[in-house]
Structures are given as structure tokens and as C-alpha cells.
């Protein structure tokens, strides 16, 4: 996917190789004025993007950027991937050389030990004559017998190729041959058979422990050969990794160099056309037609730049037809003047009626508050004691309560009492019947205990119905309770009402006040309008002076619009020339009165001074003038 992407740039960089350079227009030399005659050839020179409309142009400069950084990116983590991919596989050849080859061949090492050791335990049981010394001799085969037959495991569940099974075999036939003249030797040695033993030693032994050192040697260097395959191999991947990422490293530089090369030009052309554009309108050229053929951001500025253009191009048509308009329009200004000057003597009249009725309102408002504020007083009286109620009803609410307890207290105690009566009654009625075993002599006894039953009975009956007057009151004491629990409720439900009733009066007063304040506030603007009003006057005049300012300002804006170069159907006209009056009379605005201009509001701009020649004829009519 990386090579078609970078065949798909380079197609793209041959075709703008190809594309032939736009055709520009310089800025005129000088400044083109209005009445100089424009050429339609001239007007319509258009600025064009002779460029292809392809998908690369047309996608957006970040994602052109994106796009680049993220091949390059691509690259360099291609780079990484098989970088790593291949330092893996060298891994797993190293971990087969350290964790397999070279284990092995010290195990089979240690194999050629143990048999070397076995070799040296049976000599020597052939040379000695101790038996004991023999004994050990012989432990000590069996123990390395017992090293090479875990080793052999260990060797025959790691091999898994044919010839190391193969050599592997070879070694086993070669054990299983001289295992048996190790234990014949060793058995001749223990009897005391020593000629016997050398002999086998030296006839038929020696050959088998050379075959089976032979076969040993072959399995160590099957070993070491897989071992050298494996160096070479991890030397060949090194070699070939090297040099195919120097082929993408340079495959990525060049291609890192194109993307830079095909995203700045596609970004500064585009840049260089509207600069020239800019400086074209700059230059007072507004005849020019941009078009531009892609939708990224330089596209978008070129029609940014385009629809700045005939914005222009309608905003300067629009002044030039409205300067005549500006100048008609403020000649009827000074005659709506006139008609301002009768509106502003009847609105005086009717500010003076007004102010007679705000102060009559101001007062019947000043009652209404001095009104609420009594209100306000005999409402928080009523809130202090309906607080006061609900204390009082809160303390009856304790005591019952604690009436309630007392009187549970009462009846437990009763139940006490009815319990000791019980327990009397069933006393005495065990006395009397002891008292009936006795006989006459227990007679007596029996009176007694026969009283005593019957106190008990009454003392019984008497705490039955103490208890049951005690639970009557107690229900009923409960009852109350629960009442006057309602009853305190029911207080501090209208503790709140007063206290909101209060607050609102609070409101009602306040709000009293401020539109008390508001009125006095009101009655005061309503003086200063009267004040105003009576200096309109000399407002209409300064405006009838402005008015004559600004046609000659609408002549002087038709001149300065005409330096405009416009297509052909829209020509600039020269401007409207207006003969300036005869001068010699100060400027009306001068007499305007000094608190005039302090009723200006702070954030509005003073009307423009009319010119004293503009102003002389209307200031000779007005010199008198300070009131009506």
C-alpha cells in the first residue's frame, strides 16, 4: 500500500510539472482617475489558477501535511517493524544456540565425564585389593550410571532432528555395549579376579569405551555443525536486514523530499496569486476576476478574496449613486427644520402639565408609604406574638409529655404491686395447706395465713383497678399530648404566615419608597427635558448648517469613490461641483449656549462643524434668538 501511494505522488508531481504557468497582470503604474477612459479588454483580464482540479489539490492543507508526515511516519515504523521483526528471529536463533545446541553439548560433556569416571572406577577396582575401597568405587559408577541416565532423558526430549536422534541412537547402542563390560569388570574386581579383570579391560572394554566415546564425539559435533548454521544464519539476517533498510531509508528520504517539494508548491502558488490580488485591489483595481479551482484553504481564500472584491465593487457603485442622494437629502433637512421648531414650543407646553401631575403624584405616594410603614410596625407586633404563642405552646407540649411518663412510671409500679399480691396469695394458700396437714396444732396458723390470702386478694383487686385508672389517664394524657402537639404545629404554621405577611409589608414599604424616590427622580428629568426643549431651538439651526456641510461632504465623497477602476458597465463619473457661499459671517454654532453642550450624552459624537462660509446666511437670521 506504501509503493502505491508513492507511485499515485509521482503521477501527481508529473502532471504539475506539465501544467503551464498562469497568466498575471501587474498593478497599473498610477492611480487611474475618474475621467480617464478604461478599455473593456482591460476590465475583463482575468486572474486564473491554470492548474488541473485533482483529489490531491482539492484535500485540505492539513490533511496534505497529515498525509505526509503520516507516509513518512508509515516508513519509519516499517523500518521499525522489521527492525524488530528482525531482531526476533535472531533472537530465537540466539536462544537456540544458548538454550538448546550449547546445552546440549554439555550435557553429551558431561556424559563423556561420568563415562570417563566410570572408566577410572573400574580400573581401579581391577588394580585394588581393599574391599571396602572397591565398595566405593562401585558407588561411585552407579552414581555417575545414574547422572548419564537423566541426562539421556534430558537428551532424548530435546532432540528433535533425525540425525541428532540418529547420533543419538548410535550413542545408546554404543552405552548398551559397554554398560554390560563394566558391570562384568567390576563384578571380576570384586572377587578378587583381578588378571581376569585387567584382561577384559584391555581386550574387550578399551574398544567398546573408544566406540562410545566415538559416538559421543559425533553427537557434540552435529552440535557445533547446527551451531555454525545457526551463526551463519543470524550473519545472512543481519546482512540482508541492513541493506534492505538502507533501501528504505533512502526510498523514504527521496520520498520525504518529493511530498516536501509537491505541499509547498501546491501551498505557495496559491499564496503568491492572492498576494498579487491583493496588491492589485490595493492599487485601486477593482476590474479583476479571480476564479480559483480547488477547495482547500488557498481556495478558499482566493474566493474569499474574490467575494471580497465585488463587495467593493458594489460598495463603490453604491456610494457613487448615493452621493447625489446625500446631497438632495440634506437640502430637505433644513426645511424639516422649520416644522421642528413648532413641535418643540407645543411639546414645552405639554412638559410644564406634565410636571404639575408628577409632583401631585409624588405626594399621594409619600402617603402610601408612610401608610405601609405603619403596616410594617403593627405586623412585626403580631410576628413577636405569635412567636411568644409558639414558645408557650412548645413548654405544654414538654410537659404533657412528661406528665405521659410519669404516669407509665405509675403503672409499672402497680403491675409491681399486683405481682406481690399474687405471689402473698399463692403464699398463704401453701401456708393453709401445711397449716391443714398440721392438724389442731396448725389451726391457728391456718386463721392466720387464711387472713392473709384474703388481704392479698384485696390488694390484688385494688392495683387491678389502679392500673386500669392509670392507663385511662395515661391514654388520655396521650391524647392530649398529641393535641397540643397539633395545636403547636398548627402555632408555627402561623408564626410563618405572620413573618411572610411581615416580609411582604416589609416589600410593600420599600418598594413605596423607591417609587417615591423614582417619581422625585422622574419629576427632576422632566424639568431638565423642559430645559432641553428650550434649547432645541438652537439645535435646528446648527442642523440646517450641517446639512449644507454635508452636501459639499457628499461631492467631496463622489471625487474620492472616482479613483475606483470598475468594469465597464459601471465607469466612474466626475464629481458634482458645488460653488461655495460668499464668506464673512461667524460660524451659528458659536452662539449655541454653553448648557447645550452638557446635555450631549457622553457616547455620542458631536455633529460635524459646518464650514463659517457654509453657515453665514443662516447665522445672520437667528443672532437674537435665546428663548420662546
Same mark, same amino acid.
Given at each position: ?8 505522488l509521482?503521477?501527481i508531481?508529473k ?9 498575471t ?148 547402542e ?41 559416538a ?10 547446527m ?11 543481519v ?7 538502507l ?54 481564500l ?23 442622494s ?13 416644522d421642528?421648531s ?19 403624584l ?18 412585626g ?11 408557650? *405552646?412548645?413548654? =405544654?407540649?414538654?410537659?404533657?409529655? %412528661? /406528665? #405521659?411518663? @410519669? $404516669?407509665?412510671?405509675? +403503672?409499672?409500679? !402497680? &403491675?409491681?404491686i ?17 397449716a ?30 389502679i ?30 404566615? *405572620?413573618?411572610? =405577611?411581615?416580609d411582604?409589608?416589609? %416589600? /410593600? #414599604?420599600? @418598594? $413605596?419608597?423607591?417609587? +417615591?424616590?423614582? !417619581? &422625585? ?12 426643549t ?16 454635508l ?5 467631496n ?63 445672520? +437670521? ?7
Amino acid at each position: 500500500m506504501f509503493t502505491l501511494f508513492v507511485i499515485y505522488l509521482l503521477i501527481i508531481l508529473k502532471s504539475r510539472l506539465h501544467t503551464p504557468k498562469q497568466d498575471t497582470r501587474g498593478a497599473p503604474n498610477r492611480r487611474t482617475t475618474a475621467t480617464a477612459p478604461v478599455s473593456s479588454a482591460a476590465t475583463f483580464q482575468p486572474l486564473r489558477r491554470q492548474r488541473p482540479m485533482n483529489a490531491f489539490n482539492n484535500l485540505r492543507i492539513g490533511i496534505r501535511l497529515g498525509i505526509g508526515f503520516a507516509l513518512l511516519i508509515a516508513a519509519v515504523l516499517f523500518v521499525a517493524l522489521f527492525a524488530r521483526l528482525t531482531l526476533g528471529g535472531i533472537k530465537e536463533e540466539l536462544d537456540v544456540l544458548t538454550d538448546d545446541r550449547v546445552v546440549k553439548v554439555e550435557q553429551v560433556n558431561s556424559i563423556i565425564d561420568n563415562v570417563n569416571e566410570i572408566g577410572t572406577s573400574v580400573r581401579n577396582i581391577a588394580l585394588l585389593s581393599d574391599t571396602q575401597k572397591m565398595q566405593a568405587e562401585l558407588a561411585d559408577i552407579r552414581e555417575a550410571k545414574a547422572r548419564n541416565a537423566e541426562l539421556y532423558k534430558k537428551l532424548e526430549d530435546s532432540i528433535q532432528s533425525e540425525k541428532g536422534k540418529a547420533a543419538l541412537r548410535t550413542a545408546f547402542e554404543a552405552r548398551s555395549a559397554y554398560n554390560p563390560l563394566i558391570e562384568r569388570a567390576s563384578e571380576l574386581g570384586l572377587a578378587n579376579k583381578q588378571d581376569e579383570a585387567t584382561a577384559l579391560l584391555l581386550g574387550e572394554l578399551q574398544p567398546a569405551q573408544k566406540r562410545y566415546m566415538g559416538a559421543l564425539t559425533d553427537l557434540i559435533t552435529l552440535q557445533k555443525s547446527m551451531m555454525a548454521q545457526s551463526d551463519e544464519s543470524v550473519t545472512q539476517t543481519v546482512a540482508s536486514a541492513g541493506t534492505l533498510m538502507l533501501t528504505i531509508a533512502v526510498v523514504t528520504g527521496i520520498t520525504g523530499v518529493l511530498l516536501a517539494w509537491a505541499i509547498t508548491r501546491s501551498i505557495t502558488a496559491p499564496i503568491r496569486q492572492a498576494v498579487q490580488v491583493a496588491e492589485t485591489v490595493a492599487a485601486g483595481d477593482l476590474s479583476s476576476r479571480i476564479e480559483s479551482q480547488s477547495k482547500d484553504e488557498t481556495g478558499q481564500l482566493l474566493a474569499a478574496l474574490r467575494t471580497m472584491n465585488d463587495s467593493l465593487v458594489g460598495i463603490v457603485s453604491s456610494v457613487r449613486n448615493s452621493s447625489d442622494s446625500i446631497a438632495t437629502g440634506s437640502s430637505q433637512i433644513a426645511t424639516g427644520n422649520a416644522d421642528l421648531s413648532q413641535r418643540t414650543e407645543e411639546q414645552a407646553s405639554n412638559l410644564q402639565q406634565t410636571a404639575a401631575s408628577m409632583e401631585q403624584l409624588t405626594q399621594t405616594v409619600k402617603q402610601n408609604a408612610d401608610t405601609a410603614r405603619q403596616a410594617t410596625q403593627l405586623a412585626g407586633s403580631a410576628s413577636n406574638a405569635a412567636a411568644q404563642g409558639g414558645t408557650v *405552646v412548645a413548654q =405544654v407540649v414538654s410537659t404533657m409529655g %412528661e /406528665i #405521659s411518663e @410519669s $404516669s407509665r412510671k405509675i +403503672s409499672d409500679i !402497680i &403491675g409491681v404491686i399486683d405481682g406481690i399480691a399474687f405471689q402473698t396469695n399463692i403464699l398463704a394458700l401453701n401456708a393453709a395447706v401445711e397449716a391443714a396437714r398440721a392438724g389442731e396444732q396448725g389451726r391457728g396458723f391456718a386463721v392466720v395465713a387464711s387472713e392473709v390470702r384474703s388481704l392479698a386478694q384485696r390488694s390484688a383487686s385494688a392495683a387491678k383497678e389502679i392500673k386500669t385508672l392509670i392507663g385511662a389517664s395515661v391514654e388520655k394524657v396521650e391524647n392530649g399530648s398529641k393535641l397540643v402537639h397539633e395545636a403547636g404545629q398548627s402555632m408555627g404554621e402561623i408564626v410563618s404566615q *405572620v413573618k411572610r =405577611v411581615n416580609d411582604l409589608i416589609n %416589600e /410593600i #414599604s420599600a @418598594s $413605596s419608597v423607591e417609587q +417615591s424616590t423614582g !417619581i &422625585g427622580q422622574i419629576g427632576d428629568a422632566v424639568s431638565q427635558l423642559d430645559q432641553v426643549t428650550q434649547q432645541n431651538a438652537a439645535l435646528v439651526e446648527e442642523s440646517a448648517a450641517a446639512a449644507e456641510s454635508l452636501k459639499h461632504q457628499a461631492a467631496n465623497l463622489a471625487q474620492t469613490v472616482a479613483v475606483f477602476k470598475l468594469s465597464g458597465n459601471q465607469q466612474a463619473f466626475a464629481p458634482v461641483q458645488h460653488s461655495a457661499p460668499a464668506a464673512g459671517k461667524p460660524n451659528a454654532a458659536n452662539r449655541i449656549p454653553a448648557r447645550v453642550a452638557n446635555l450631549v450624552r457622553p457616547g455620542a459624537k458631536p455633529a460635524a462643524a459646518a464650514h463659517p462660509q457654509q453657515t453665514a446666511a443662516l447665522a445672520a +437670521s437667528s443672532d437674537d434668538w435665546t428663548s420662546f
